[in-house]
């Protein structure tokens, strides 16, 4: 029986990578080797949803880490652009509109980050005697 359950959750992992890699869930069905029908039941109990939400964040992690290698050059092209001269106008001040856009975004989310730390240290500090 424990063999059985092992290998009914490995199925499941097989199934979770193939919803992240195929192109919808009758093809990560078959690449599991099951019906398309067990993976739509799987994917409404919960403790399955929550390895895939799980693994959905993992993967976008990784790929907001990626995008987060390229943004010192993409900020460096952007500078590039709006201070060159030779580049028509209307094109460095959407350069320049990007830089103070996501400038004041950035600020925006550290301001934020700020204040939920503080709140979290305020509300552990009330649950400490």
Request: aromatic share 4%; hydrophobic share 45%.
């Amino acid at each position: 029986m424990r063999g059985h359950g092992s290998k009914f959750g490995r199925k499941r992992d097989e199934a979770i990578a193939a919803l992240l890699t195929q192109r919808n869930i009758e093809d990560a069905a078959k690449a599991t080797g099951i019906a398309p029908n067990t993976l739509l039941k799987w994917m409404k109990e919960p403790e399955f949803d929550r390895g895939y939400r799980a693994a959905r964040r993992a993967a976008f992690s990784q790929s907001v880490a990626r995008l987060q290698q390229g943004s010192s050059a993409a900020a460096t092209t952007l500078l590039k652009i709006m201070i060159d001269s030779a580049t028509p106008a209307s094109v460095r001040v959407r350069a320049a509109e990007a830089i103070l856009n996501h400038t004041a975004k950035a600020i925006e989310i550290d301001d934020i980050e700020a204040r939920v730390a503080d709140l979290e240290r305020a509300a552990e500090a009330q649950r400490k005697p």
